[in-house]
């Protein structure tokens, strides 16, 4: 009776201290309840509580957990009807309360979110909903994160995943943003042909200033010359009389046969005249160019005084006295 007794309670005990080794895993804490009151939280590990005496109350996840927000219906401040949905991401950081301070932790966490975005969102009109999600996000985690406190977690992150405008607002966006675009479109064309009119302003006024310091320039150096050539000609015109009043009779020469070259080039030059006629005497007087200088002289003498001519023959037709 002995042994089979002892080999018993032997049985016993180590199922008994089996039973009070409770093996925490990391990312976990378990509340220890004496007697269904809480006593304390068990930390990962192994941790060593009596059973019968103590149990494990609730096993509390204590690592950041991702909570999805499922599609809501709301109304604007411009009575639009949109829908949205969101995720919501918080850590436990109080075992205990989150335990024993809220029933269902998820749910009530859902609920909390989801009345606080139909107030945030339904405060805005439909334009700001759109743009300003930061906003919308920034404000749900203010409101979320002090109202959750004393259920011992903390709301790390919202966030706003979509926002659906009913179809006939998407389509009058659509229109909007197309007027938009076309509005500024038109400016941007009106402000390059402003410009551009304005450059080709400038570029035929600075043409006009060039043109007229060209004619300017031009007229100061056609002055110029006519007064050289008039200077030119006054000289020639001095030095030729200066011949003659000495008795240089190639000066008359030289003048004449000047002359008479350039009503020649323009009758050749001109674009109407194919043959050129000549009279008699204009081609005696060319012949007799050579002769001019000589008539002179002689007509002038050696001496420059004048020689009377000998009486002319009298030919055969003339009248007989």
Do not use: C
Request: net charge negative.
């Amino acid at each position: 009776m002995g042994v089979p007794l002892l080999l018993l309670v032997l049985l016993v005990t180590i199922i008994y201290l089996f039973a009070s080794i409770k093996i925490v895993r990391q990312g976990y804490h378990y509340t220890i309840e004496y007697f269904g009151r809480f006593t304390t939280t068990a930390q990962p590990g192994f941790n060593f509580y009596p059973a019968f005496l103590y149990r494990v109350g609730r096993k509390v996840n204590m690592m950041e957990q991702v909570l999805d927000i499922p599609g809501q219906e709301i109304i604007t401040k411009d009575n639009a009807m949109i829908s949205t949905d969101g995720v919501v991401f918080f850590q436990v950081l109080d075992a205990a309360k989150a335990a024993y301070e809220v029933n269902d932790l998820y749910n009530a966490i859902l609920n909390l979110v989801t009345t606080n975005l139909r107030t945030v969102m339904g405060s805005m009109d439909l334009d700001e909903t759109l743009s300003k999600r930061d906003e919308i996000n920034a404000r749900l985690l203010t409101v979320i994160d002090d109202a959750t406190t004393p259920w011992g977690i903390k709301i790390t992150r919202v966030e706003i995943k979509d926002i659906r405008p009913p179809q006939d607002i998407v389509n009058a966006m659509a229109r909007q943003m197309k007027a938009e675009r076309e509005k500024r479109a038109n400016i941007l064309d009106a402000e390059g042909a402003r410009a551009s009119e304005i450059l080709r302003s400038e570029g035929e006024k600075q043409g006009q200033i060039l043109q007229a310091e060209g004619r300017k320039e031009s007229a100061f150096l056609d002055a110029e010359a006519r007064e050289r050539e008039a200077e030119a000609e006054a000289k020639a015109t001095q030095m030729v009389s200066e011949a003659i009043a000495s008795g240089n009779a190639q000066a008359i020469n030289y003048f004449v046969a000047q002359d008479y070259v350039k009503a020649v080039e323009k009758f050749a030059t001109s674009p109407n005249a194919k043959t050129i006629l000549f009279p008699v005497e204009a081609t005696q007087l060319i012949g007799s160019l050579g002769g001019i200088g000589a008539l002179a002289k002689e007509a002038l003498g050696e001496d420059g005084h004048a020689i009377t001519p000998p009486p002319r023959r009298k030919g055969p037709f003339d009248n007989q006295d």
